[in-house]
């Protein structure tokens, strides 16, 4: 068991609770404003008056993606995609994801982020290293093409799901402008018969929602809804050209759309209209995309970039409240990945938690802390990162057994290979 | 003399030494890739690989008005502006902006600034707050109102320049729409009896825009222009709805137009066109604005929004590179201020320096530096900041003598008897 002490907690309801929490294994065993007696901790901690919170889930993301990171900057969409991405990413080999999948998950953890909706290939890889690390995450299916791969992600499903506590796996494909249509019939099918949910990106740019329009006479989301994808629901990843009626779809599945704001913004795609989305009710999670799209891994970015755009893109300064915009990063991600034990700070949820900074002077005075976290906070306020129950980034530091530098190196040394061969 | 060794150093034109840079008092006194012998140090440092760079210049800002952080966010412009703010700011004593001035600086601090263009009134308040932290802060007059308020600015202009190395005082008042006609021509004749360049701002919204063309028959800049007050140069503030007109007279004048994209964005200002205005040649320079508006003071949120929200509005992911933000939010800060030994590292100039932690994964790996700064970078990277040769932030903790427990339990003592008297 480990007590926190002296702590800000962030509730539920987004109250706060002057007091302490215990976690026990990997659940949250007691909060309260008193010590609870009779307990035997392992460790106690004095937070000094700093914050409990959630911690961030990353709704989307390409974490082995870290290999690109600054390599193709400031180009237009289809240059930095089919002759940057696309040539590269072919030659990366299972170790090689295992490697960047790890830079990614010490930048999640020194972020706040104890969880990735993480959509790559070599899935065994992406497993290893978040396995190694303690991380939380959820594999997202990523298959495209002919309809044979749907069996590929059945097998995965099926090999992925109960592997781990940590691990769990989602049915998913790439996208429809990679996708036969016999594929989104098998993927529909898989739904049905699994009764899961599906995810997939969905209405990132403007070009791919009209072509979708094009082919099938629908937008992305009304053909995948025509096919039976969402009868369990699920979710799409960007959402930046969804229609009112695609909303309404979104509103009656359940289905989350999780917004990538910064990737939206540096590829130049647009603004979702999560204002309206709100307006409608569709549940909005949050990602960061991978880092070569972004090419941080920051929740806190996400977070002032989602009401900020709001804001400019509605003309107005009260657009989507920064309150939410904390829900869509921590509770609604929780949910959308099918973490519903990982969603807030209440006894029997797992310990997945992130400590900020409240002495930090971006924090300071203190009018409205749920503000602050989001209008002013920053990874710079991470004092630690807690997955289920154990504290793996403390001050600076991870509490993780690996030889950083060494990773850095080989690294660097593969990303180089890569790129020259 | 501090040495700083094994530092990866960014040099005038944007390339990398691998090398060591040497202080001498408040000035840098060698860079080179070998150390400079026979040269005796109080202290050598061992940066292993991490990168030297000229520390960040905020070109706008309202340090005071920190004590406004999170009082009044997600409201309306005009109900934030005149029954929020306007009402508490005129509850202000010089002791509540020494105060909330210092908190600010720390801030400033953790974000690898080193210098502020800082405009608010009680400047011997401010004053005081900078010198004693060991921060180079430039004052910009805020006059408003009446003409004979001119006066109070050419007092101040004499009496705050050269009264240390480490403050300086620019012409300037608050805006075309609080001063009278009357007022703009004194501060014209102001600019031509001193020389010197003047600052305001300019073009922050739209209907401020629109209601000068309506009272004047001119839009704010050419208004100023038509009175002389950019004679010897100077710049404006947030210059969001400047046109083509405007733009050639910034050419014309050399002036700065200092960007605040996340202040602009919060309050659903727009979107400044920095893409349009750098084709025609206006320098840019860069500010977070005041924490009321903002509401965190870090050029690491505004440089990425400033080029994001570029690559929106044009629909083009190249638009705006990221190295053109980096000199930004450096060199131009420098020289909008007229801090021209400030702007760039290099023997004779100034030491003021940030260094920026390298082996923090979102860093890693490294294809382009620059660009990682902009795209990747966060308050999280700051290892130290430099002012004049003083290392006044490092490792997280400030080397300042001052108690900071006490100062942040004055400041909310003093905020809450602010916003309930």
Redesign the interface.
């Known amino acids: 068991m480990i007590r926190y002490y002296n702590a800000l907690i962030l509730m539920p309801d987004q109250s706060l609770l002057n007091g302490e929490l215990v976690t026990d294994g990997s659940v949250i065993s007691y909060i309260g404003k008193e010590k609870k007696e009779g307990l035997t901790f392992e460790r106690e901690i004095n937070l000094n008056g700093n914050l409990i919170i959630p911690a961030f889930k990353n709704a989307h993301t390409h974490s082995a993606m870290?290999?690109?990171?600054?390599?193709a900057?400031?180009?237009?969409?289809n240059e930095?995609l089919f002759n940057k991405v696309f040539p590269l990413e072919a030659k990366l080999t299972a170790d090689d994801i295992y490697l960047f999948t790890k830079?990614?998950v010490?930048?999640y953890l020194?972020s706040g982020i104890s969880t990735s909706f993480d959509m790559y290939f070599e899935p065994e890889a992406y497993v290893q290293a978040n396995t190694e690390y303690g991380f939380r995450t959820v594999l997202c299916g990523a298959v495209s093409g002919e309809a044979k791969n749907a069996e590929k992600l059945e097998k995965r499903y099926n090999k992925f799901n109960g592997i781990s506590p940590l691990i769990s796996y989602k049915l998913g494909f790439h996208a429809e402008y990679t996708a036969s249509e016999e594929l989104l019939d098998a993927v529909g099918a898989l739904a049905k018969k699994y009764k899961a949910p599906v995810f997939m990106h969905n209405s990132e740019t403007e070009s791919e929602t009209e072509n979708c329009i094009k082919k099938y006479g629908k937008t992305p989301t009304a053909l995948f809804e025509s096919k039976g994808i969402f009868d369990y629901g699920g979710g799409g990843f960007h959402c930046v050209y969804l229609n009112d009626n695609d909303m309404d779809i979104f509103v009656k599945r359940g289905l989350f759309a999780v917004t990538c704001p910064?990737s939206?913004?540096?590829?130049?795609s647009?603004?979702a209209p999560l204002t309206r989305m709100m307006k409608k009710g569709v549940k909005i999670a949050m990602g960061t995309d991978g880092?070569a799209s972004?090419?941080?891994?920051?929740m806190?970015?996400e977070m002032?970039?989602a009401?900020?755009?709001q804001?400019?893109a509605?003309?107005?300064?009260?657009?989507?409240?920064?309150a939410e915009v904390l829900k869509m990063a921590t509770s609604n991600g929780a949910l959308a990945l099918g973490l519903d034990s990982c969603d807030v700070l209440a006894v029997g949820k797992q310990a997945d938690l992130a400590v900020i900074d409240m002495?930090?002077?971006?924090m300071?005075?203190?009018?409205?802390?749920v503000?602050?976290i989001v209008?002013?906070?920053?990874?710079?306020n991470?004092k630690m990162t807690v997955v289920a129950g154990r504290i793996l980034f403390e001050n600076?530091v991870f509490n993780i057994n690996d030889d950083?530098?060494k990773l850095?190196h080989d690294?660097?040394v593969r990303?180089e290979e890569i790129?020259r061969s």
Chains 1, 2 share one sequence.
Not at 73 to 77: F, K, T, Y
Not at 294 to 298: A, G, T, Y
């Open positions: 870290t290999f690109l990171r600054s390599y900057d400031d180009l237009p969409l930095w830079i990614a010490l930048e020194t910064a939206n913004a540096k590829l130049a647009g603004i880092p972004n090419n941080c891994l920051d806190f970015r002032f970039l009401t900020a755009l804001k400019i509605q003309k107005d300064a009260s657009a989507l409240d920064g002495s930090a002077p971006n300071q005075p203190v009018s409205n802390v503000k602050n209008y002013s906070g920053s990874k710079s991470i600076g950083i530098e850095y690294a660097n990303k790129i």
